[in-house]
């Protein structure tokens, strides 16, 4: 069983940064591939971005392309979502997420384990 908590969201205005973290406890995570999806109020839950076991490979999401960056530890049983040139559209709750399937998985029902999320919000 692997726990997965988040932290560092919070309130930045657009054009800011921010850089989400994501500790895992239970087991290491050097086995599972990672990722975050978030959830906007009223809105389907959607993929962000996810990286490989090794962190050889990523992938994200086209609207976040370019602005934000995934990068994990596994020394340090963590993952990190490094957000920048944030926008108010990016405002959701954003959660850390663990995956047993190979590869790079990007849909909602490969994710094994679930964060509580953390709450991001960029004001307009």
Do not use: H
């Not at 990007?106 to 919000?121: C, F, K, P, R, S």
Request: with cysteine.
């Amino acid at each position: 069983q692997v726990q997965v908590v988040e932290s560092g969201g919070g309130l930045v205005q657009a054009g800011g940064s921010l850089r989400l973290s994501c500790a895992a406890s239970g087991r290491t995570l050097r086995t599972y591939a990672m990722g975050w999806f978030r959830q906007a109020p009223g809105k389907e839950r959607e993929f962000v971005a996810a990286i490989s076991v090794s962190g050889s490979s990523t992938y994200y999401a086209d609207s976040v392309k370019g602005r934000f960056t995934i990068s994990r530890d596994n020394a340090k049983n963590t993952e990190y979502l490094q957000m920048n040139t944030l926008k108010p559209e990016d405002t959701a709750v954003y959660y850390c997420v663990a995956s047993k399937t190979p590869g790079l998985p990007l849909l909602i029902y490969q994710y094994d384990y679930w964060g509580q999320g953390t709450q991001v919000t960029v004001p307009s």
